[in-house]
């Protein structure tokens, strides 16, 4: 397993080592031993969670003030433009995102810890997006900030026209959101 930080260094992308020929291919998707070196931490998992969305569908940016979540996605069909920004008052990267692609065929998987929100914007026809949890799903305590807020500045691909749930239209912009400490 090769593991790379990104500019925001414990945001991780995690390339497993896959063994392929004319037969099809074969890696680990997941070591829990591997996998808490990476981290630098021992890190539990509660809760897979699989979707499948077309092109242009935009999902996030979301994260669970209460219960955080840490996640590990990987794509499994298709490809994403992947989003992490980190809402940690504390940290020197407060208010920073990080954007990595993530297709079926390079395998590749991002960790991104507690206190970062989160989202994904479709980039091929369809995509299979799975991900890892830290804590279950609690919708009283998730929030969500909106795609596109001109102080975050994400860099969006082109991909047409973005589709979004009615939630995340009604995301709160970065001035009105709450953040972890």
């Known amino acids: 397993m090769k593991v790379t930080p990104t500019a925001i260094p414990e945001v991780l992308i995690i390339e497993p080592k896959v063994f392929g020929d004319a037969r099809g291919f074969f ?79 390079s395998q590749k998987q991002l960790w991104i810890p507690v206190g970062f929100a989160h989202g994904f914007l479709v980039m091929s026809e369809t995509a299979e997006f799975l991900y890892k949890t830290t804590d279950y799903y609690a919708p009283s305590h998730e929030r969500c900030l909106v795609w596109n807020d001109p102080t975050i500045g994400i860099e969006w691909p082109e991909v047409g026209e973005v589709q979004l749930s009615a939630k995340d239209r009604a995301g709160d912009g970065w001035s009105q959101a709450e953040f972890f400490a």
């Not at 955080?68 to 008052?89: H, N, S, T, Y």
Request: avoid cysteine; charged fraction near 25%; hydrophobic fraction near 40%.
């Open 27 to 105: 890696f680990e998707s997941f070591n829990q031993k591997a996998f808490d070196e990476a981290a630098g931490q021992h890190v539990t998992f509660v809760q897979d969670n699989h979707s499948r969305s077309v092109k242009g569908v935009l999902r996030g940016l979301h994260y669970q003030i209460r219960q955080p979540q840490g996640k590990l996605v990987r794509v499994v069909q298709g490809a994403v433009f992947d989003v992490a920004i980190d809402i940690r008052r504390s940290s020197p990267t407060f208010g920073k995102w990080v954007g990595v692609e993530l297709d079926a065929q």
